[in-house]
């Protein structure tokens, strides 16, 4: 599998990059699966459905699954801060491209979203593992890079960039354990 992170502050554009590079690496062919960093708690579970009724009375995992997709929780009995190792460690080896959304302190090579307009500082001048800067202003980046700087307007064309440099994103989830 190849992976990317895609970093970057709140209202850089993340999700809306990763979903772009979604669509267009699926219409590729491309199986593609995303990791996404969650800040703060939260559920995919409703109460009252057996799948909730299951994991509230005490069960480590519940797994749901239906002819279209698969959904395991499972609860920790203590607070954990998974590395994002551990979670690539979890996702079916099958795919393509794993597109890791947060983690801007990850060592994974990683996209950097940059918007001027957000006001926060560029991670790149400090950041050996930002691979490219994906941006909406390439003439307001904050420091010279020799990083390509790749149109966050234009999600297909960063797909095209991700696609022909992916020898350098392979991962080997066993050499990382």
Do not use: C
């Amino acid at each position: 599998m190849n992976v990317i992170g895609v970093s970057g502050y709140s209202g850089a554009g993340k999700t809306t990059l990763v979903e772009g590079l979604v669509r267009a690496l699926r219409a590729k062919g491309l199986r593609v699966s995303v990791i996404k960093h969650a800040r703060h708690g939260f559920d995919i579970d409703h109460p009252g459905k057996d799948s909730h009724r299951h994991r509230e009375a005490g069960a480590f995992e519940v797994l749901v699954a239906s002819n279209k997709r698969m959904a395991l929780q499972r609860e920790f009995e203590v607070e954990v801060e998974l590395s994002v190792h551990q979670m690539l460690a979890e996702l079916y080896d099958g795919v393509d491209w794993v597109l890791v959304e947060g983690f801007r302190h990850s060592d994974l090579l990683k996209l950097e979203v940059w918007r001027h307009e957000t006001g926060e500082a560029a991670a790149y001048p400090e950041d050996d593992f930002v691979v490219g800067i994906v941006t909406n202003s390439p003439d307001q980046l904050p420091a010279p890079t020799l990083r390509p700087v790749l149109d966050l307007n234009d999600p297909a064309a960063v797909a095209q960039w991700l696609m022909d440099h992916q020898d350098r994103f392979h991962y080997n989830r066993f050499d990382e354990a």
